[in-house]
């Protein structure tokens, strides 16, 4: 038997929780120079109800680079945010949503 969602109290199967939490997101990625001309990418603007670290780990696998999470964020070594972008969107988050 499957679970109950805590939030809506439907069965975990047909919770739409983490979809309406996808919607409402404003996700900001940019590029820093850090210290000795390293770029970092950092995406910001991920809501509390959207497990980080499991997109933090598909990020840096998809993207083939380490990074780390920090606060609400993320951070990808290395220059990646078109690509970062184009893997957001094949998880289900919309062009609107993301200011890159």
Do not use: W
Not at 86 to 94: A, N, T
């Amino acid at each position: 038997m499957e679970g109950i969602c805590p939030k809506c109290g439907l069965p975990k199967n047909i919770c739409v929780c983490v979809e309406i939490a996808k919607e409402s997101q404003k996700i900001k990625i940019r590029m820093d120079r850090r210290r000795f001309g390293k770029i970092v990418t950092t995406v910001s603007g991920i809501g509390k109800d959207i497990d980080i670290h499991d997109l933090a780990m598909h990020l840096k696998k998809k993207l083939a680079c380490g990074g780390t999470i920090k606060g609400n964020e993320i951070e990808l070594q290395g220059s990646h945010k078109d690509k970062a972008k184009k893997v957001l969107l094949e998880q289900g988050y919309k062009d609107e949503q993301i200011d890159a």
